[in-house]
């Protein structure tokens, strides 16, 4: 199947705010899933300085807020970009994939990046429009927790799992019970 948008936390702003991904500096961003899915990318915006890009970042899905952790690292492309209205800082919707997916089900979860990596080594930055989720820095260098944040904007990309209707269950089971009383016959 096709993959969708799971979760989408808003548009990239530009805003003269953003938040560091690289440098010791870790974001945790929570987003919900209204039913079991397989993640298998990420859409997010990002602040490099002119004629930078992102090449990977480190990425993590954890189970609680202000947890850090890394399930993998991932190529980074940029999908599109544009300047700020400063004009100083081109701004990117970068993307990466997750690998083979994970599987997680519904409820709330918290989105990680961090050790971000830029073509000329310079600081990359997770642009901040204050959605709807909520948000924290950290830098794991020094154990320095900075505390909620304004969120980032990013998507959730991946695929619904699928579940049988009811019907389809009974169907199944009705199956069963007419196989199970032809094999005693």
Same mark, same amino acid.
């Given at each position: 199947?096709?993959?969708?948008?799971? /979760?989408?936390? &808003?548009?990239?702003?530009?805003?003269?705010?953003?938040?560091?991904?690289?440098? =010791?500096?870790?974001?945790?961003?929570?987003?919900? !899933?209204?039913? $079991?899915?397989?993640?298998?990318?990420?859409?997010? =915006?990002?602040?490099?300085?002119?004629?930078?890009?992102?090449? #990977?970042?480190?990425?993590?899905?954890?189970?609680?807020?202000?947890? /850090?952790?890394?399930?993998?690292? +991932?190529?980074?492309?940029?999908? #599109?970009? %544009?300047?700020?209205? #400063?004009?100083?800082?081109?701004?990117?919707?970068?993307?990466?994939?997750? &690998?083979?997916?994970?599987?997680?089900? +519904?409820?709330?979860?918290?989105?990680?990046?961090?050790? @971000?990596?830029?073509?000329?080594?310079? @600081?990359? /930055?997770?642009?901040?429009?204050?959605? $709807?989720?909520?948000?924290? !820095? /950290?830098?794991?260098?020094?154990?320095?927790?900075?505390? #909620?944040?304004?969120?980032? $904007?990013?998507?959730?990309?991946?695929?619904? +799992?699928?579940? $049988?209707?009811?019907?389809?269950?009974?169907?199944?089971?009705?199956?069963?019970?007419?196989? %199970?009383?032809? +094999?005693?016959?």
């Amino acid at each position: 199947s096709a993959s969708v948008v799971l /979760y989408d936390n &808003g548009p990239i702003n530009g805003t003269i705010t953003s938040f560091p991904i690289n440098f =010791g500096w870790a974001v945790s961003d929570s987003f919900t !899933l209204s039913q $079991p899915s397989t993640v298998t990318g990420v859409n997010f =915006g990002a602040w490099n300085l002119p004629g930078d890009t992102t090449t #990977s970042v480190d990425w993590g899905i954890a189970n609680t807020s202000a947890t /850090y952790t890394v399930n993998g690292t +991932a190529a980074v492309t940029s999908v #599109s970009s %544009g300047l700020l209205g #400063s004009g100083f800082f081109p701004i990117n919707t970068d993307s990466f994939a997750t &690998g083979s997916g994970i599987s997680l089900g +519904a409820g709330t979860y918290y989105l990680v990046l961090q050790n @971000a990596v830029t073509g000329q080594g310079n @600081a990359i /930055y997770w642009d901040q429009n204050n959605g $709807p989720s909520t948000a924290s !820095l /950290y830098n794991t260098q020094s154990n320095f927790d900075a505390g #909620s944040i304004g969120s980032q $904007p990013f998507q959730i990309i991946g695929n619904v +799992a699928v579940t $049988p209707l009811p019907s389809t269950w009974m169907m199944l089971l009705s199956g069963f019970v007419g196989l %199970g009383f032809f +094999a005693y016959r």
